[in-house]
């Protein structure tokens, strides 16, 4: 059994990094608004994606939790397959929103079950203490290949077309989906035994009734909706003032530091504490954000990637490891889902916001807006911190 579970962590970390290598990652905003021709569609087409994730989210995590995080995770991968293709054939806005509609779909399947999984499998090696390390080492290198995979595109779009990425981006999701059927479940699941409302019922109390779980979970919802979105529209922030190549090549530094983040997080925890390193580095990051745009330069715009990628990264590895002490075992891919879809609507509304009130007060006066907004993730931080240590 441990020898599966040793293999399985391993064979995560590959796919992870194949699912990471999405060479077009960095310009998806901007190939979403050039196909559908406006700001406000381009990010109505990235909040279908969030949408379509909350649609799928509960019944992803349940399905998890009753027939295996093996079959999960192959589900995951060929829907992100079958996602990358729409958008790789897209001419217009209806191919677009077929893909966002699948790219949301296999981000529900893994939220929750593959943290879930790599949990579980640290529990038979009884190194459950060690999830932040493990754990962020594998987040850690999909932010690798993101900036591997960027650097890749940032040179197939300047010599060729945005196309051309996505395609590469194409051929590495159909060879995680292959890696994937050799995944092993490490425990025994019983479909039959699963009542959905039961389950969704036992998760919803846990929530209501754990306080510093409940507000946790509300820093990580306003953080993964908001504040992804807000990442989202950067993309448009910077294409304002740079050329489509180097807004890709941004996406590089922000991959490169985030993953750098993630992989010492356990360490910076470590040393400054779970307080300054989930809330006073998020003060300041929204503080060096707004400064940075109210510059508007190329070399402002780089600051504000390496600053922001490092908050990012720990906030997303400390704040998972914080969360998952408090799931219920038998529940963890479920709970997950339930904080995973509330961030996915939260993120489809605020996108949809973002390009609405863009097209009135203009890129810049947005960014400075959202920064204010996302003070919100530190302020329920810190509450579940106080009160989980009460």
């Known amino acids: 059994m441990t020898t599966t579970a040793d293999r399985n962590i391993r064979l995560l970390n590959i796919l992870t990094s194949l699912y990471g290598f999405r060479a077009f990652e960095g310009v998806l905003a901007v190939y979403f608004a050039t196909i559908s021709g406006s700001f406000a569609l381009g990010m109505t087409v990235l909040a279908v994606i969030n949408l379509s994730a909350s649609f799928f989210e509960i019944p992803t995590g349940v399905l998890s939790d009753a027939i295996g995080r093996k079959k999960t995770a192959i589900l995951h991968y060929l829907a992100s397959t079958l996602s990358i293709l729409f958008v790789y054939i897209a001419k217009d806005t209806t191919f677009l929103i077929i893909g966002a509609v699948l790219m949301g779909l296999s981000m529900a399947l893994k939220s929750g079950a593959l943290s879930a999984f790599v949990y579980e499998n640290l529990e038979v090696l009884n190194k459950t203490d060690q999830f932040k390390r493990v754990e962020g080492r594998r987040l850690a290198l999909m932010r690798y290949a993101l900036m591997t995979a960027g650097l890749c595109g940032t040179l197939l779009i300047y010599f060729y077309t945005i196309q051309t990425a996505i395609l590469l981006t194409l051929i590495a999701s159909a060879l995680a989906l292959l890696l994937s059927l050799f995944l092993k479940d490490i425990r025994v699941y019983t479909p039959d035994s699963t009542n959905v409302y039961s389950d969704l019922k ?173 003070l919100l993730t530190p302020f329920f931080f810190y509450r579940g911190i106080r009160l989980a240590r009460s």
């Open 202 to 374: 036992r998760a919803w109390n846990l929530f209501a009734d754990n306080r510093a779980l409940r507000n946790l979970s509300l820093g990580r919802i306003i953080s993964r909706g908001a504040g992804n979105a807000e990442y989202r529209f950067r993309a448009l922030f910077f294409s304002a003032i740079m050329p489509e190549w180097l807004v890709n090549l941004l996406g590089i530094i922000n991959n490169l530091f985030s993953g750098v983040a993630m992989h010492t997080t356990h360490w910076i925890v470590e040393r400054i504490g779970i307080v300054r390193s989930l809330v006073h580095m998020e003060i300041l990051d929204r503080i060096l954000t707004s400064v940075f745009v109210a510059i508007n330069t190329v070399t402002s715009g780089v600051l504000m990637s390496i600053t922001s990628s490092i908050t990012y990264g720990t906030r997303e590895i400390a704040s998972e490891d914080l969360l998952q002490e408090h799931y219920e075992k038998t529940q963890r891919a479920t709970m997950g889902s339930l904080v995973g879809l509330t961030g996915s609507l939260l993120y489809g509304i605020v996108a949809i916001l973002l390009g609405l009130v863009t097209d009135e007060i203009g890129l810049m006066n947005t960014m400075l807006l959202m920064q204010g907004v996302l």
